[in-house]
């Protein structure tokens, strides 16, 4: 019913040789074209180069990030019609390193995801906690704290074509990942509040499990009910790995 998706996210990694071997490598091994959406996320400068790999592949591609604006004077913002220019399909909004070190607010994150809609770009939306939070107990608090500002400045309509990433601050980039029941228990959460909304948008809409996916625990992860695919930072950066993910997610 919901077809999985997996996301890989490169961050500020890559040059034209890494990801010529890398977007080769995915492609290889992607040759029977699973039923996952498969997407590369990979820095602005390498988005040209990974699009022309990407045709024929059935592999699409993202931004990692995109300006609230339209156009105009925003140094070193790139537009969502930029990204559309150059053929990315998905966009990642609302990261925890962009919450955290570049100080994006709920705010700025919902406007952001309510843009990249406007605009036909496909936001795959970033919520989740700190370690500090989750040990305060207060996991719920913010998780619906930040999908009420998405929900009230984007609007629910943006549902079930914008993805939601569940990503718990503690297990990006750290090894530690949630349990099953933990993500699971998260991502179930989620949804009931997307279907207070709209339950038939809820129903349809993807939900992404983020940190520290790794091949050996991508199965556990993904035969969740309502963990749909994951957001892959470190292990995206591995063609074997990647698909070691993404098959995991066709199982
Ligand atoms: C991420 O950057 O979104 C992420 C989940 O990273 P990692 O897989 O390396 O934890």
């Known amino acids: 019913m919901r077809t999985p998706l997996v996301a890989g996210n490169w961050k500020m990694n890559g ?33 040209p180069q990974c699009r022309e790999q990407a045709n024929g592949t059935g592999i699409s591609v993202g931004g990692q990030n995109l300006g609230s604006q339209e156009s105009g004077a925003f140094t070193g913002e790139v537009a969502a019609d930029m990204l559309l220019d150059f053929g990315c399909e998905y966009v990642i909004v609302g990261h925890s390193e962009r919450r955290t070190l570049y100080g994006e607010t709920d705010e700025v994150v919902a406007a952001k995801a309510r843009v990249a809609s406007e605009k036909g770009l496909v936001p795959i939306i970033c919520i989740g906690e700190t370690l500090e939070e989750r040990e305060g107990g207060n996991t719920e608090v913010v998780v619906t704290r930040q999908l009420s500002a998405i929900l009230e400045i984007a609007g629910t309509a943006i549902f079930p074509q914008a993805l939601i990433a569940y990503e718990p601050v503690w297990a990006i980039g750290t090894g530690l990942t949630a349990s099953d029941a933990q993500a699971q228990e998260v991502h179930a959460l989620v949804r009931e509040q997307l279907a207070a909304q709209d339950a038939q948008a809820a129903l349809a809409t993807r939900i992404l499990y983020g940190g520290s996916v790794k091949p050996d625990n991508a199965a556990g992860l993904f035969a969740q009910a309502d963990i749909d695919g994951g957001l892959i930072g470190g292990a995206s950066l591995k063609a074997q790995d990647f698909l070691g993910i993404i098959g995991a997610a066709r199982s």
């Open 15 to 47: 040059s034209r040789t890494m990801a010529d071997t890398l977007m080769a490598g995915i492609a290889a091994g992607l040759t029977d074209r699973p039923n996952v959406d498969v997407v590369v996320c990979p820095p602005f400068v390498l988005v």
